[in-house]
Structures are given as structure tokens and as C-alpha cells.
Nanobody, 125 residues
């Protein structure tokens, strides 16, 4: 069982930046596929970004069109932590953001076994 703990959410104005962190424990992290999902009230959980292990220390990343160019997914394997740098935030980015992980995974929430508790991001206009 892997434990994932998110942090870094908050209330900001439109145009501001936030950096979310997700710390993992309980397994070898370097080959772990990690994803960020978000869920706004009344909406389905959507995939924001994924980072999948390919070989050695190469990873492939995916970004939803709605965040491409504004959000950056990175990881520090030495710290067992991934980050989501969110720039130029918009009110429509308001949601609870979840970190998810598994041996492999894509863009569906059903593909991930391990989940964090979520962190709230609120962007005011």
C-alpha cells in the first residue's frame, strides 16, 4: 500500500500561481506512474496531468488541453515527491486536486489504486 499526501492548495486570485506537492511512501517511487486529477463540485473527476515511467529515468507526461502551457508536472525521486506547478490560474481551475498513483496508468481515475486525500484550490476572479 502506498500512502500519498498532497499539500500546497489555497485561495488565490486569478493569474496567480500555486505549487502542489504529493509525497509518496511505501514503495519504490522511481518507476511509479503518478497523476493529478481534479474534481469541482457537481462535476466528474478529470485528469489534469500524468507522468509515466518509460525506462531508466525517462518519463512521459500528459497534460489536459485546459492546463497545457500553464501547468508543469515534475518529480523528485530522491524525495519521493511530485509537484504540479500551476501558473496563470483561472477561476475554472477551482477544484479539489488529487494525487493518484499505480504501477501504470492513463487518464482514467479507475486505473489508479492509490489516492491522496486531496487539496483544495480556489481561484477567485
Amino acid at each position: 500500500q502506498v500512502q500519498l499526501v498532497e499539500s500546497g492548495g489555497g485561495l488565490v486570485q486569478a493569474g496567480a500561481s500555486l505549487r502542489l506537492s504529493c509525497a509518496a511512501s511505501g514503495r519504490t517511487f522511481s518507476r511509479y506512474t503518478v497523476a493529478w486529477f481534479r474534481q469541482a463540485p457537481g462535476k466528474e473527476r478529470e485528469c489534469v496531468a500524468t507522468m509515466s515511467f518509460r525506462r531508466s529515468y525517462l518519463y512521459s507526461t500528459y497534460y489536459a488541453d485546459s492546463v497545457k502551457g500553464r501547468f508543469t508536472f515534475s518529480r523528485d525521486n530522491a524525495k519521493n515527491t511530485v509537484y504540479l506547478q500551476m501558473n496563470s490560474l483561472k477561476p475554472e481551475d477551482t477544484a479539489t486536486y488529487y494525487c493518484a498513483g499505480d504501477e501504470s496508468g492513463g487518464r482514467s481515475a479507475f486505473e489508479y489504486h492509490d489516492w491522496g486525500q486531496g487539496t483544495q484550490v480556489t481561484v477567485s476572479s
